[in-house]
């Protein structure tokens, strides 16, 4: 089977229900990004910040994944899928996606403030654990932090995921403005010779001289289109 790489972003959620970032509307007119998603914003209010996280895991519990996860899902049954995700949700798992890549974190985890990286802090919550309080404590002793990747922030899983877009016989990319690195930057690791596929109802600015086939339209509609493309 032919490897196929996805990357996802906002938009692949958006028909799901959770707000996208950058769309008039999105989270970062709701919060300030700085408050909520920066190591400084943490320092400044843990409890805003958690508080901040608490609301994204409960709204995970109230959404579902749409028929643009469920197809990008059944794909496997044609190619071998990586999903490579900068959404923090965990829709493309509950959709039956089996290879799925978290670039910025999830939400169902959290992780030691001190070193959130370190695999032996990781905690995987469950739907009852999903409230995180000031005082809930990692093992090493300090506050358990949301398990996201902060602005300003490393991003451990990237060398993975570019492992993978090497390696890939089609690209696909699904929902992202390609404005946040080095996510964004993934293109650049495509083979040369391999299609890229675009999925978004707005057009997207490339910072590639790629030739990459557009579908503008919204994730689920743009997967029943892309499929037929893909598996004829
Ligand atoms: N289907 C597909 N795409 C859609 C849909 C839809 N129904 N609705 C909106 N979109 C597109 C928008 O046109 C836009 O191009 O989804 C994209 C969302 O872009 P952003 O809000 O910038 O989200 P994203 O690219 O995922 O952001 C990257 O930024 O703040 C950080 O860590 C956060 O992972 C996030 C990163």
Known sequence: MKNLVIL?????????????????????DQYPVEQVATPEGYVANPQLVIQFYNERRKQLLQVKPNRGHELVAELEKYFNVTVITQNVDNLHERAGSSHVIHLHGELTKVTSTLQPNNPNY???????????????LAADGSQFRPFIVWFGESVPMIEKAIEYVETADVFLIIGTSLNVYPAAGLLNYVPRDVPVYLIDPKEVPIASDRKVYAIRKGASDGMEELKKILVR
Not at 10 to 19: D, T
Not at 122 to 136: A, H, M, R, S
């Open 8 to 28: 996802t972003g906002a938009g692949m959620s958006a028909e799901s229900g959770i707000s996208t970032f950058r769309d008039a509307g999105g989270l970062w």
């Open 122 to 136: 990781i905690k995987e919550l469950k739907p009852e654990e999903f409230e995180v309080k000031i005082g809930d």
